[in-house]
């Protein structure tokens, strides 16, 4: 794997689906010049819910989002490039949205710590990426691919 071939999870919470942010937010990916190797609309259930946010078990917001996560609707997705989880990271803003920047997903769509409208994996957390594209997709369901612009993206690839 080259050094642009970092995958992250990357998912659009029941409150992103509702409001219809799926084409603004996937837009925002492809602009910054990131490749979807991966995308699924699906309902999450209790179990993968559970499976998921394990790490917050404990919290005592921990039913509230298993409720909220389990819904409606989401759209999971895979995205592939240099440094992605951090990246990404960094493009969604601060886990409450009244702590995020404009400019970041969450600082412009919106106001409420519990309906943070995406989630993706915790570059702090490491493995964090790999676990959860294995929780939620199987390995047939990402796709290999040529992006044409990635030679353009980075300096270092080939035309
Ligand atoms: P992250 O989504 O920025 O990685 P985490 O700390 O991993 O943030 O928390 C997972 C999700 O749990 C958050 O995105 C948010 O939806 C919810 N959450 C986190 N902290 C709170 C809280 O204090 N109250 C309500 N929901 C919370
Ligand atoms: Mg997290």
Redesign the pocket.
Known sequence: MSHHDERTFVMVKPDGVQRGLIGDIVSRFEDRGLKMVGGKFMQIDEKLAHEH?GE?EDKP?FD??VEFITSGPVFAMVWEGADATRQVRNMMGE?DPADSAPGTIRGDFGLD??H?VI?GS?HEDEGANEREIDLFFDEDELVDYTLDTAAWVYEDEDH
């Open positions: 946010y917050h917001f509230g989002l886990t710590l519990g943070n989630h915790d």
